[in-house]
């Protein structure tokens, strides 16, 4: 999957945000998308910009109980919507 099908992938829902990041190693991208739910939940995602790999996935939930991470690496699929 690539960083453009990520973002097709998540214009869908209509309140999923996303924000780019700095500080990525040379030649790497990174972006999160993010909802606007209570507890909030995002995926972060690290890409190589040359042709838009994604590299890393990080799915990460914020809520009352405490943080919760889940990171996958290449070949990562964008979670189901429930």
């Not at 097709?8 to 924000?19: C, H, I, P, R, T």
């Not at 739910?37 to 042709?51: A, M």
């Amino acid at each position: 999957m690539s960083i453009k099908q990520a973002i097709d992938y998540y214009k869908q829902f209509g309140n999923v945000g996303a924000m780019k990041h700095s500080g990525a190693p040379s030649g790497q991208g990174e972006i999160d998308f993010r909802n606007d739910t209570v507890p909030q939940r995002r995926v972060y995602i690290t890409f190589r910009k040359s042709d838009g790999k994604i590299l890393s996935v990080t799915y990460w939930k914020l809520g009352e109980e405490g943080d919760i991470f889940y990171r996958r690496v290449a070949g990562a699929r964008p979670p189901q919507r429930r």
